[in-house]
């Protein structure tokens, strides 16, 4: 069975970081990327950034320039380090596996988590 779990959330001042973990047991046949969204009632579930295969990676807007995506020794593990964080980050974090869209460059998420909770506060 095919499970991300995510470690590292928790909660700091703005200005600080945090960085994430995702383990994925039982890596799924034919996945190609391994993802990070956020998730909040206001704005739902976005894209944060991906790795793939290839060891090329995608950032939305709200990751460029403070986020970094990083691929584990292991195929199966990602982490994603949040510099200069902000109120806006907080979310619910999750990991994601998945294929990479035909258009966009970005990873659709096929298998996930159950999300790490990230609280900034002003």
């Known amino acids: 069975q095919v499970q991300p779990v995510e470690s590292g959330g928790g909660s700091v001042q703005a200005g600080g970081s945090l960085r994430l973990s995702c383990v994925v047991s039982?890596?799924?046949?034919?996945?190609?990327?391994l993802a990070w969204f956020r998730e909040t009632k206001e704005k739902g579930r976005e894209r944060v950034a991906a790795?793939?295969?290839?060891?090329?990676?995608y950032y939305a807007d709200v990751a460029k320039a403070r986020f970094s995506i990083a691929r584990g020794t292991g195929e199966n593990m990602v982490s994603l380090q949040m510099n200069n964080l902000q109120p806006e980050d907080t979310a619910k974090y999750l990991c994601?596996?998945?294929?990479?869209?035909?258009?966009?460059?970005?990873?659709?998420?096929?298998?996930w988590g159950q999300g790490t909770q990230v609280t900034v506060s002003s």
């Open positions: 994601a596996a998945g294929r990479k869209a035909s258009r966009g460059g970005y990873c659709i998420g096929n298998f």
């Open positions: 039982g890596w799924p046949f034919g996945e190609n990327c």
């Open positions: 790795v793939f295969n290839d060891g090329t990676t």
